[in-house]
């Protein structure tokens, strides 16, 4: 008997998206505070990251996440993280900006359509995070080997 993965091969596991980050954006995610759950719907996952002068507001979809309520634990979530693709959106200008939307989506890991490369900010196409996301994949356990 065959046994199929369900996974098409351009989804991505936090765990992915943390190691195809830039080691710049991985080494300023460390500086900032504790992200701030805000709430859970369906398979969405919100939190607010504070900044400098405004928090910044991260979205995660898990793929194919049993459905996650209000009720949900944040110690659920973070166990479905850890098994399940993902899908990551970040409300800051470095997302957009450096090209993390463009390319995150390209990889078939971001929610927003982009379709302009970072031509003059990271022409090299490197990273797919912002330290936010980042952030939050560390709060929320991601193991990175």
Known sequence: MR???RKSVNELLARDVYTKS????????????RPKFEKADNKE???SVPSQFRPHKTHI??????SITEDSSLDE???IVQKEDIKIACSCEAFLYQG???ISYKADAGI???DRPPIKRNPLQKG???KHILAVLRYLGVKVV
Request: hydrophobic share 40%; with cysteine.
């Open 112 to 114: 927003d359509k982009e």
């Open 100 to 102: 993390f939307k463009y």
């Open 128 to 130: 797919m995070a912002c």
């Open 3 to 5: 046994v199929f993965k």
């Open 45 to 47: 996952v919100y939190f």
């Open 61 to 66: 979809i898990i793929i194919y996440a049993p």
């Open 22 to 33: 830039d080691r710049g954006s991985k080494s300023r995610s460390i500086l900032l505070s």
């Open 77 to 79: 979530i973070k166990e």
